[in-house]
């Protein structure tokens, strides 16, 4: 019965989002007829849209299985990218190539594939929390094992450059107009060095407060088994890193890393001028993306648990086997 309850209240509310988004994408094209593309209406209607788009996929990366999801989230990607270079064009030509019909399936398609990136972010870090996890802790630097607080840093310095590469590109008008696409891609790595570096940093940040971010062994394991389950070579010293905060904290790190995303891409597209800087809106994605990153890795085993139950319960069968061998 209580399954029954559940599948009928997620049926609502996807139904419910798929009209509200419907409509707003209704209420979007009716807006492009009459007002001006930086009017306020407009882009408060845009921005409505992507944030009930962001909201809905989010939603259904804990709904559908994962596999169907990536390949969605590929298709979606791409064809993003090819709607973008298009309306790009027509854009920098001044003139619409199609009909206007196809110029608005042309703009869903886009704000889907932007929409999707954060629900793809976290497939990425469930991938690498069970796959790519134990790899990572096997790496070493001669004799040192390294930690991801270190992986984090190194990141975050990263991010560094890249924003002053887009700070003094931004001072060209060109990369405004003919290679806008050139400051997009610079954007996007920014935002990622400093997403993923503040995941890793706080996802470790117990070893991040402490310093450790070499750590010498005392035995250099050359053929380290980088084939055993996620989490099976875990020891006592580990336990700290298996503990989740007591407040739920990674559903505010899903919503700020959407908000966070449409910020840096699409600015006064996103929230208008007449509230804040272009500038502002994209400096503030940023920082929100170091929050949202941080949320994330911080709460990062509830989301692990969420996707993978079996591993986790076997997780938390290892952990009490190491905490009953303490006592």
Do not use: C
């Not at 990136?117 to 390294?146: A, R, T």
């Not at 990062?300 to 319960?313: G, T």
Request: proline fraction near 2%; hydrophobic fraction near 50%; avoid cysteine.
């Amino acid at each position: 019965m209580r399954r029954k309850i559940k599948l009928l209240v997620k049926s609502v509310v996807l139904f419910s989002l798929f009209l509200l988004i419907y409509f707003s994408f209704l209420n979007y094209f009716q807006f492009k007829q009459i007002h001006q593309s930086d009017s306020l209406e407009l882009i408060l209607s845009r921005g409505i849209t992507l944030i009930l788009m962001s909201f809905l996929l989010i939603i259904l990366i804990f709904m559908i299985n994962i596999r169907i999801y990536r390949k969605a989230f590929l298709i979606f990607v791409i064809f993003g990218i090819i709607s973008w270079n298009i309306i790009h064009l027509q854009n920098t030509l001044n003139v619409e190539i199609g009909p206007a019909y196809l110029i608005n399936f042309q703009e869903i398609i886009l704000y889907t594939s932007i929409s999707i990136v954060s629900p793809g972010i976290i497939l990425f870090i469930v991938h690498y929390i069970k796959k790519i996890s134990v790899k990572f802790e096997g790496n070493f630097i001669g004799k040192y094992h390294l930690h991801e607080s270190f992986m984090g840093i190194i990141l975050i310095g990263l991010s560094i450059p890249f924003y002053i590469i887009r700070f003094n590109m931004i001072q060209i008008e060109i990369f405004w107009k003919e290679y806008k696409i050139y400051l997009a891609i610079i954007m996007i790595f920014l935002y990622f060095f400093i997403y993923f570096g503040s995941f890793f940093a706080f996802r470790d940040f117990h070893d991040l407060i402490r310093l450790k971010f070499l750590e010498k062994l005392k035995t250099h394991t050359e053929n380290h088994d980088i084939t055993k389950k996620a989490f099976s070579s875990i020891t006592k010293d580990d336990l700290h890193f298996f503990k989740s905060p007591r407040l739920n904290l990674f559903p505010f790190g899903l919503i700020i890393t959407s908000i966070s995303f449409l910020m840096v891409i699409e600015g006064n597209n996103f929230l208008p001028k007449e509230f804040l800087t272009h500038e502002f809106i994209v400096n503030l994605g940023y920082l929100l993306s170091f929050f949202a990153g941080g949320l994330i890795g911080v709460d990062w085993l509830r989301i692990f648990k969420i996707f993978y139950p079996n591993h986790y319960r076997e997780l938390k069968q290892k952990m009490v086997e190491l905490t009953n061998s303490n006592t």
